[in-house]
């Protein structure tokens, strides 16, 4: 009857309800976390520049040099392949070049250790915001999890059926209703999964500003005729 089955309908509802609302705050929270390494890692780019000014030429030259072609690489190269849930080859080997150009400094070539320290710092901050980056663009919600919601709403929205009910037309328009709410929050937690895929994506505008912030002569890399990704 239709008591026994609004109760069971009530307490499924209930437990969908709750699931669907930690999807969508788990991949909320893993989008803005990665704007934020987005931010941190164009922050680092831009230190990292300053700081090269420190360092005597040609080494503090070839840092400069390096640290551009890290940032055009991301902005130009990687962010599409990013959407594609892949690294670029051509950002990893600007990102090693950085790194080499940053451990061919010696001692005698910069005013202390503390000097170095602190590139090797903002090196870090780098990679490790970049490795967090390329993280998020799979996607943070398992696959089975993805069944689970999907099998979910079919039961939600099928449950309904068992109602007996005098107004077929109402009862359409409801469960209409309720599918198209639901099919809006599953919409809205697929496109923050992929935070460099579709319409709702992570802006580059972080590495513009630090690009802006770089010589005239360093910022305008052309972009790679062509592009690889890594396995």
Same mark, same amino acid.
Do not use: C
């Given at each position: 009857n239709n008591e026994v089955a609004g109760f069971k309908f009530s307490v499924i509802?209930?437990?969908? #309800?709750?699931?669907? #609302?930690? =999807?969508?705050? #788990?991949?909320? %929270?893993?989008?803005?976390?990665?704007?934020? !390494?987005? +931010?941190?890692?164009?922050?680092a780019v831009g230190d990292l520049t300053q700081l090269s000014y420190a360092v005597p030429d040609p080494e503090g030259s070839a840092i400069r040099t390096s640290v551009a072609d890290y940032a055009n690489e991301v902005r130009q190269s990687e962010w599409a392949t990013m959407a594609r849930g892949s690294p670029s080859t051509t950002t990893a080997h600007a990102l090693a070049h950085l790194t080499q150009a940053i451990f061919d400094l010696h001692s005698d070539?910069? +005013?202390?250790? @503390?000097?170095? %320290? %602190?590139?090797?710092?903002?090196?870090? =901050?780098?990679?490790?915001?970049?490795?967090? +980056? /390329?993280?998020?663009a799979n996607g943070s919600v398992p696959p089975i999890l993805w069944f689970v919601l999907i099998a979910g709403a079919i039961?939600?929205?099928?449950?309904? !059926?068992?109602?007996?009910?005098?107004? /077929? =037309?109402? %009862?359409? /328009?409801?469960? @209409?209703?309720?599918?198209?709410? =639901? !099919?809006?929050? /599953?919409?809205? #937690?697929l496109l923050l999964d992929f935070p460099f895929t579709g319409q709702v994506s992570v802006s580059s505008g972080a590495f513009d500003e630090a690009l802006q912030q770089m010589p005239p002569h360093l910022k305008g890399h052309p972009p790679p005729e062509t592009e690889n990704s890594l396995p």
């Amino acid at each position: 009857n239709n008591e026994v089955a609004g109760f069971k309908f009530s307490v499924i509802g209930v437990l969908y #309800a709750v699931l669907l #609302a930690f =999807v969508v705050i #788990a991949v909320w %929270q893993n989008y803005s976390n990665t704007e934020i !390494a987005v +931010r941190n890692e164009a922050k680092a780019v831009g230190d990292l520049t300053q700081l090269s000014y420190a360092v005597p030429d040609p080494e503090g030259s070839a840092i400069r040099t390096s640290v551009a072609d890290y940032a055009n690489e991301v902005r130009q190269s990687e962010w599409a392949t990013m959407a594609r849930g892949s690294p670029s080859t051509t950002t990893a080997h600007a990102l090693a070049h950085l790194t080499q150009a940053i451990f061919d400094l010696h001692s005698d070539q910069i +005013r202390d250790l @503390a000097l170095f %320290q %602190q590139s090797l710092h903002l090196l870090a =901050v780098i990679e490790d915001n970049r490795n967090e +980056r /390329l993280d998020s663009a799979n996607g943070s919600v398992p696959p089975i999890l993805w069944f689970v919601l999907i099998a979910g709403a079919i039961i939600t929205l099928g449950y309904p !059926a068992f109602f007996g009910t005098t107004n /077929l =037309v109402a %009862q359409i /328009l409801m469960t @209409a209703t309720l599918a198209a709410l =639901v !099919a809006l929050t /599953l919409l809205l #937690a697929l496109l923050l999964d992929f935070p460099f895929t579709g319409q709702v994506s992570v802006s580059s505008g972080a590495f513009d500003e630090a690009l802006q912030q770089m010589p005239p002569h360093l910022k305008g890399h052309p972009p790679p005729e062509t592009e690889n990704s890594l396995p």
